[in-house]
DNA sequence: CCCTGATTCGC
DNA sequence: GCGAATCAGG
């Protein structure tokens, strides 16, 4: 975009007008962003706008929007490889322990204890948990949950009968 | 979805 | 300097 003398005037006086900044880049024939890129670099008074930017959510420097690029995006494996854990997390308390059912992170001693996956707590409030004990060879649970999950076929034909 | 204005930043 | 992409609110 050529901005001569006379267009500038033009926006000038379409922005003083009060028209929106699409409205301005329709009658111009450019872009609404071309109009308020150029209003602002000229330091035309700023419209009111639906935006607040400023005080309120001081708390949060968002994070700074994707950028285009030109290049090759994805990083080597070689890059990526430093960014492993080589320590598990500690355990947290209240919560199972998971490093000694298993869930040791990262690692590369196979094979691991899976950790039983018995729900325990409501789903969705923060007392929610797994039961974390050491679960049966080839099973999802540990040896008591296990007894509760498994219902033997005997036992049910017993019931309905 | 449509609209608005403001800001960022690769070019 | 330019303006597309993006944001964020109506």
Redesign the pocket.
């Known amino acids: ?3 001569t003398d006379e267009t ?1 005037d033009r926006l000038k006086g379409l922005w003083t007008e ?7 880049g329709r009658r111009l024939n ?13 330091d ?1 008074p ?9 005080a ?2 001081a708390a ?1 420097p ?1 994070p ?7 290049g090759p995006t994805l990083p080597s494996f070689a890059a990526l490889s430093p960014a492993m854990p080589s320590r598990p997390a500690a355990p947290v308390a209240g919560r199972p322990n998971l490093v000694a059912a298993g869930f040791s992170g990262i690692t590369r001693t196979a094979p691991r204890t899976p950790a039983c996956c018995w729900p325990i707590g409501e789903p969705g409030t923060p007392s929610f948990r797994f039961c974390g004990d050491p679960s049966l060879a080839g099973k999802p649970y540990c040896g008591p949950h296990a007894e509760i999950a498994y219902v033997r076929v005997r036992d049910r034909r017993e019931d309905v009968a």
């Open positions: 975009m050529e901005w500038i009060g028209l929106s900044t699409a409205e301005i450019i872009s609404k962003n071309a109009v308020v890129g150029k209003a602002h670099r000229l035309l700023a419209r009111p706008s639906p935006i607040r930017r400023d309120g959510m949060r968002r700074p929007a994707p950028r285009r690029v030109s």
